[in-house]
């Protein structure tokens, strides 16, 4: 068969198609520090606050962390509590693979406390030592990470946080008011309200900061302290938007120029998202959506902390933030984890960070070679074994 010659599009066809790609990765972002969240990205405000909940909802409360809770928590909701039974990507067969020999965890039950800021949600899984996990953004609800994360409830109880203005927790009329001590607060307001001594806890990207912040304000508290794919102020978060911006236009012009046409918008993009891969052409598995819009990234939390112009400048109340000279006073053994493509969080970060902590820490390192932001995806299994050996490794001696 004679091949039959191919018509060649115009330049004008081609400039056209590249901004209908930019416009189709426009949902609300993937910009620096985003999590992959379960409902649709880019919601904007408007979002209302759940009612406040009685003091006292939640689990049984626990001596010790290193008891169980009294009962399942699947089989015992707590007090103005409903346990998540649709059908999701976070509780069905797609969920990550447990490990040889795992029992299934239940599912996944959701949780408010009274605050003086409103109602501050989690949702919990398991039995046996609290870890909490803190999501990304910021802005970002917990709920695109339970996917994930439940493949550590085999040891452990996992209590995924939606910080205030996040999730299903309530929001705050002063958007000043929404800062990286002020979401520490909230980890520790979860803990009294647990009952427990100690705690694990984990931060992803931006919830890093704020598990630094809270470890160093609050050492006692905190057993184990993992930091996953993060940074630790204002000027590691603009040098890697400058670095991140450098490499877009050096290796990926038409992003770059996709990424340009909707800032002119006035539009936030997903121009850096495939970016976050070290796997960039494959397809990469999402947490399905919630169907709760309060689950998308609120853009009105991540302007408030960013400033005005996030993919370009640090600024809101993030700005001046520097948590690096507080590591010192980080008491409990510290794991610090990063994919080797992280472009947000790269192995140098983490270097400075190990370098910070003191000889108490006993800090630990994990580059994830086939990883970029999210070793939990790409790297599933090997980092979940990771994970979940350190957290089995003897706490501090209080």
């Known amino acids: 068969m004679t091949p039959q010659p191919q018509t060649r599009r115009k330049p004008r066809a081609r400039h056209a198609w590249t901004l209908v790609l930019g416009a189709a990765m426009l949902s609300a972002l993937a910009l620096v ?8 990205d880019g919601v904007l405000g408007a979002l ?3 009612p406040p909940a009685a003091a006292g909802s939640g689990p049984a409360l626990l001596r010790d962390r290193r008891l169980a809770f009294r009962e399942p928590v699947a089989s015992a909701p707590a007090l103005n509590s409903t346990a998540s039974s649709a059908p999701s990507a976070s509780n069905g067969p797609a969920a990550n693979a447990l490990l040889p020999g795992a029992v299934q965890p239940a599912a996944w039950s959701e949780h408010r406390i009274a605050t003086p800021d409103g109602s501050l949600a989690y949702a919990s899984m398991g039995q046996g030592p609290v870890l909490v996990v803190l999501p990304g953004g910021p802005g970002g609800s ?7 994360f439940r493949v550590l409830a085999q040891e452990h109880t996992v209590v995924v946080l939606d910080n205030i203005g996040r999730g299903r927790s309530a929001r705050l009329a002063d958007p000043s008011r929404y800062t990286v001590e002020r979401d520490a607060e909230d980890v520790e307001r979860l803990r009294r309200h647990l009952g427990v001594a100690t705690l694990a806890v984990y931060g992803h990207s931006y919830g890093g900061l704020v598990a630094q912040a809270y470890a160093s304000r609050y050492p006692q508290a905190v057993d184990h302290l993992v930091l996953g794919n993060t940074l630790h102020g204002a000027r590691s978060w603009q040098a890697q938007i400058d670095h991140f911006e450098a490499q877009l236009q050096r290796h990926h012009p038409e992003r770059w120029q996709a990424l340009q046409t909707l800032r002119e918008q006035g539009l936030l993009g997903e121009a850096f998202a495939p970016l976050y ?8 598995p999402k947490a399905a959506p919630s169907g709760d819009p309060r689950d998308a990234l609120n853009l009105d939390v991540y302007r408030a902390m960013l400033g005005p112009d996030p993919e370009r400048r640090v600024g809101g109340t993030l700005a001046g ?4 000279p507080r590591l010192k006073a980080v008491s409990a053994p510290t794991l610090l984890l990063t994919g080797r493509y992280d472009p947000v969080a790269p192995p140098q970060v983490l270097n400075e960070m190990r370098e910070a902590l003191g000889p108490q820490a006993r800090a630990e390192t994990e580059v994830f070679e086939q990883s970029g932001h999210r070793p939990f995806i790409e790297q599933g299994a090997a980092w979940a074994a990771r ?3 350190f957290l089995r490794s003897p706490a501090a001696q209080r």
């Open 48 to 50: 209302q606050a759940m």
């Open 321 to 324: 933030v520097e948590l690096l």
């Open 142 to 148: 917990g709920y695109g990470l339970r996917r994930w």
């Open 33 to 40: 520090l985003a999590v992959p969240s379960g409902a649709a």
């Open 277 to 284: 891969w070290a796997d960039r052409a494959a397809s990469h």
């Open 387 to 389: 994970v979940q050996a």
